[in-house]
């Protein structure tokens, strides 16, 4: 068989992701050869959905392979995990140097980063890319962010951007290259974990409308409608008015029918798991993980509704008459713990950038997720711009818009925290992102105390502020000695 084929590009895996994502390919014009572990799949695809495109099948890799232009890309789209591993074992053998396998599933970090290392032992280049956006997003224009083997870039840039979405005010593609090894993988795990911590805070105002306010559900979708006109235009913001005027066959709302129990595949587990690992303060998106943690404890928390007290509940929240001011505190409380939110999530790109050695162009990455995603909005163009304004800003919050912007929700903010205290309803990512807020400003904080115990019970000594550069023990009661244990930073 010839060596040379008139594929421009091969994609693994023919779930609805793949599939939409070929034809999209083929939409922008390119030639994509199909294969899938079930092979009958294949030949489905050619007889139906791809018919008449500019798609050709493979019943073998080795078919496959055959039928690419060199240097071969290939992309896998398989579940993450060891069909991954097992696709590339089986590519090793029938690739040459130089050739491009592209893993767009949804893979963890550290999985790319061994790929990587992997295969550039094989003279092989290693692509992880983030594909997000769901089906329809791949179908007609997903955010990509792809990192790996930089050398990959030139061939795989103009498919990429071609059939990723673009930003309606100048065409602009949301997909750039990333960084290096696992940074396009981590960007979309940041995205996710980004992605639970807006869906906690949009539930929170929903929550505080309907039980503070009494508000009906169609009022909620003219709030949220018309919020989406603002700056919190989101997609997600407008799927939730959409949500929110959704009536069941009675007429009556459906959202108010479905069980308050939430489900998670674990991505949002994994951006937690990171700042954990790194050291960095991403409580927003800890606090959603969390908060749908303690969702899914429905029957446990029904008993302790019947046995644990909170504010009396017949206390009417005064607002002054005026529910249309406490409606636009719960806007700009949404805004403002979003606008932390991202600050955070940026802090955790910036750390494992740091630790990995990634070149991390951040305003790039809002762009990526600008469009095509579940997190696309508005608000990200003005983070690009803050990046672009100063691409070495050490953190959102210090940007001139975003300060000014949380300066001016900020009392509305506390309003609405302190009310929903009051009568005990629970803003959980609200309240923390407010607590991140004031202990960021903050050039005192009580951890001289926690230093004092730890060197109290554990001999883990402390620096002083008029001598920063000794680690010193002191002996506390007279008693114990005064060796002291070795330090570590968390
Ligand atoms: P299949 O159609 O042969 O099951 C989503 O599940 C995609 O991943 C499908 O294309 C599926 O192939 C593929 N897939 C899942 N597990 C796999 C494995 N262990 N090996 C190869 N392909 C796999």
Redesign the pocket.
Known sequence: MASEGPADIAL????VM?QNLILNMADHGFTVCAF???TS?VDDFLANEAKGKSIIGAHSLEEMVSKLKKPRKIII???AG??VD??IEQLIPLLEQGDIIIDGGNSEYTDTQRRCNYLKSKDLLFVGSGVSGGEEGARYGPSLMPGGHPEAWPHIKEIFQCISAKVSDNNEPCCDWVGNDGAGHFVKMVHNGIEYGDMQIICEAYHLMKMILKLSNDEMADIFADWNKQELDSFLIEITSDIMRYKDDDGQPLVEKILDSAGQKGTGKWTAISALDFGVPVTLIGESVFARCLSSLKNERLAASEILSGPSTTMEFDVGGDKKSFIDDIRKALYASKIVSYAQGFMLLREAAAKFDWNLNYGGIALMWRGGCIIRSVFLGNIKKAFDNNPELQNLLLDDFFREEISKCQDSWRNVIATAVKLGIPTPAFSTALAFYDGYRSGQLPANLIQAQRDYFGAHTYQRIDNPGNFIHTNWTGKGGNVSSSTYNA
């Open positions: 693994i895996g023919l779930a793949g899938n572990r079930t799949k789209l398989v579940k060891q069909a097992s696709f």
